[in-house]
């Protein structure tokens, strides 16, 4: 054995072995947290949007009472970060992700906790196994507030600076109107050029909720009314998400009414088991207008 040889092996055992991080997919992520469809909205649909989170009792005895934000977007699609005042805050639309997006959330929770105050949050690309949101959060309704752009992000004055001010501008031209209808819970009205929608997170299981649409379709109720129409539907994590095509006019307002009605027929069409023949044609028809996000 030549001497070369016998020194990269020895290297090579003294050096410590990377473990391999496995990456495991979950399904529907949010499952258990009392507001499963509005993170799933938050994470997909929605532009500009934020809402208080609140530490596990465990966590809270940790790292004290901190301040903690969720927002759809943080600056440069970051996972997390964190100001001087000790406050976190956790973005839900980030570029890198695992299989797991609750994992992926406590993770950037649990980084930015543990990171000096205004310091940068780094954060795993693959946590691997480990604490959950559902694991990290004390659970409950979120309290959403809506946003016409993305100043919530800074602190008072920081929009002074000319770079800061510029990246500001550049955010805020991506956002298109979005408004939170009170209809339904998870329902989202946006407009964007030429058209608008209304898009809805349903609570229920896939298999239930696409044979209500099924049900539905084949009655000729999917419209929101006149001068509607049914667009076909995401599956994101999880969950469906059926959506409309609308006018440009009316405004969001305006659409509380008949996706009420809607979900009226909706909720009647879930106590349904059954589907005759017209009803699976339609569920053949809808599966056909499906595209899923991941």
């Known amino acids: ?23 495991i997919f979950v399904h529907r992520p949010f499952e258990g947290l009392a507001d499963e469809p509005e993170w799933v909205a938050l994470r997909e649909l929605v532009p500009a949007a934020s809402a208080p989170l609140r530490l596990a009792p465990d966590l809270v005895e940790k790292y004290g009472e901190r301040t903690v934000t969720l927002a759809t977007v943080l600056p440069m699609a970051w996972p997390a970060m964190t100001r001087p005042d000790g406050s976190v805050f956790i ?9 797991d997006v609750s994992r992926d959330l406590a993770a950037a929770l649990l980084s930015a906790l543990e990171t000096t105050p205004g310091s940068t949050v780094a954060v795993p690309a693959l946590p691997g196994p480990g604490p959950r949101l559902q694991d990290v959060l004390a659970d409950g309704p979120l ?6 752009g993305f100043e919530f992000w800074l602190e008072e004055g920081a929009a002074d600076d000319p770079t800061v001010k510029a990246s500001l501008e550049r955010a805020n031209a991506s956002v298109y109107p979005t408004v939170r209808l009170a209809a339904a819970p998870a329902a989202y009205w946006c407009r964007v050029p030429e058209k608008s ?30 001068d509607t129409k049914f667009a076909g539907m995401f599956r994101a994590h999880g969950l469906l998400v059926p959506v409309w095509d609308l006018p440009v006019e009316p405004a969001g307002s305006e659409w509380e009414s008949p996706l009420a009605d809607f979900a009226k027929r909706y909720a009647a069409a879930l106590t349904d088991d059954t589907l005759d023949s017209a009803a699976r044609r339609a569920k053949q028809g809808l599966l056909g207008r499906q595209l899923t996000l991941r």
Not at 91 to 99: A, E, F, V
Not at 143 to 148: P, T
């Open 197 to 226: 929608h209304v898009r809805w997170v349903l609570p229920d299981g896939e298999d239930a909720a696409l044979n209500a649409l099924a049900r539905l379709s084949a009655a000729g109720e999917l419209k929101l009314g006149e």
């Open 1 to 23: 054995m030549s001497k070369r040889r016998r020194n990269n092996e020895s290297a090579a055992d003294a050096a410590p072995k990377r473990q391999k991080v496995r990456d």
């Open 143 to 148: 309290e959403i507030a809506m946003h016409d």
């Open 91 to 99: 973005g839900l639309q980030r570029h890198i992700q695992s299989g």
